[in-house]
């Protein structure tokens, strides 16, 4: 799993191939965290019940270090669990087809952990299918596009791009929070300088899939402006449910 959100027990009910197949066990064998989000980590508390075998988690040495400063995420760096560290620019095999490639991006750590720019604070991941040759990008979470960002959109089939606010006064338009989506590390999808201006190029060559939605985004009603514009410039919005064959 690319990462592992609060509601991941609902998920797992909804998609029958995550569904345990023995008593105490489950086909999941691992997760991969862009960041240290309690909305992208979150559900580790669900997933703490792991039988022997365990999961093995993968990270970037910032996520790992601010994660497990937290008592309730900490157990999962010890038997019968794993906590690998992505080494930057490395292809990280993860079984005989997949590999991994953590792509480090604009972003900044947790509210909870002083929300400030560090190195490692955000990744992309990059996933390999070595036997289709399929590539997918999962960036749900950027501050900014930078050169790196857009070089792995380019080489990616598909990617999942991070489509949390539309605008950046979003929350104090609705009156459900003052706080910027910058500031929160978030790169709106609208203006001249969000994601949808900037990476118009990127999107005639690569599917690009707006996904983690907040419930403010209009892009999560198909019949807004917003989506109609998305869907004018190249762009795809995520629905529950969505399957990918690469």
Do not use: C
């Not at 501050?143 to 990617?159: C, E, F, K, Q, S």
């Amino acid at each position: 799993m690319i990462n592992v959100s609060p509601d991941v027990a609902q998920q797992i009910e909804a998609f029958e191939p995550l569904q345990p197949r023995a008593l105490r066990g489950s086909p999941i064998a691992g997760i991969l965290l862009t960041d240290a989000n309690v909305d992208h980590m979150g559900g580790l508390a669900v997933l703490r019940q792991a039988g022997a075998r365990g999961f093995t988690l993968w990270s970037s040495a910032a996520v790992r270090s601010i994660a497990l400063e937290q008592v309730g995420f900490a157990p999962f760096a010890m038997p019968p669990h794993r906590w690998e560290t992505f080494r930057d620019g490395t292809s990280h095999p993860l079984d005989d087809r997949l590999s991994v490639t953590a792509v480090p991006v604009a972003g900044t750590t947790p509210g909870y952990a002083g929300r400030t720019e560090a190195p490692g604070a955000v990744v992309a991941i990059a996933v390999a299918d070595r036997k289709t040759g399929g590539r997918l990008l999962a960036a749900p979470v950027f501050a900014g596009v930078d050169p790196r960002l857009r070089n792995a959109l380019a080489a990616a089939d598909v990617a999942f791009i991070d489509g949390s606010f539309y605008a950046d006064d979003e929350l104090a338009h609705f009156g459900v929070g003052g706080k910027a989506a910058r500031r929160l590390g978030h790169l709106p999808a609208g203006g001249p300088d969000g994601s949808l201006a900037l990476l118009a190029s990127e999107a005639r060559g690569t599917r690009l899939i707006y996904a983690h939605l907040n419930n403010t985004n209009p892009f999560v009603d198909p019949s807004s402006a917003a989506y109609s514009e998305a869907q004018t410039k190249g762009f795809s919005v995520a629905d529950d449910g969505l399957t990918l064959t690469l």
